[in-house]
């Protein structure tokens, strides 16, 4: 996917610990751009997101999704460079407490996906923790197991962030 690559705008913050390569971009946020990375990279940490290999997570403000979606996640590998990557985008039209939590929420799936829990294969066909649901559309949403991990967690990190930025 040629979307991680071609937002040379994009803010940059690269987290690298022992057998760990994150990289975190943002795009559409403006001024806010470093601080939804921070928000990101905070996620991460919390959530442990580690791979072997690069993960590169591109998190973008979008005015095209409907109003019913908060956020959404995408993800591509690229064996020959043994890149993942994944793209996070979020609703613009969502007030700043609700960003936030959709921004946790994404952030569980790329969780999710780095541990290899998660591959969605096509727009019904997910892998969950090896085991292939060919209909995802069949289960309610907040009935999928990835879903219910999620929402699980998201408030929660949401709350450990503004814990964190009150102190500073």
Request: hydrophobic share 45%; with cysteine.
């Amino acid at each position: 996917m040629n979307w991680i690559f071609s937002s040379l705008a994009a803010a940059l913050i690269c987290s690298s610990a022992a057998g760990r390569q994150l990289t975190i971009y943002s795009t559409g946020f403006g001024n806010n751009a470093e601080q939804i990375i921070e928000q990101a990279r905070f996620y991460a940490d919390e959530l442990n997101i580690a791979s072997g290999q690069p993960l590169i997570v591109m998190v973008m403000l979008s005015d095209k999704l409907p109003d019913n979606i908060s956020g959404m996640m995408v993800h591509d590998e690229n064996e020959v460079l043994h890149l993942r990557n994944v793209m996070i985008k979020l609703n613009a039209a969502l007030p700043a407490d609700d960003l936030s939590r959709a921004l946790a929420h994404e952030m569980v799936h790329v969780a999710q996906y780095a541990r290899g829990d998660l591959m969605r294969i096509n727009n019904t066909m997910f892998r969950w923790q090896g085991q292939l649901i060919f209909d995802s559309a069949s289960i309610p949403y907040r009935q999928r197991k990835w879903e219910k991990e999620a929402f699980a967690k998201e408030e929660e990190l949401r709350k450990a962030y503004k814990k964190l930025i009150s102190r500073q």
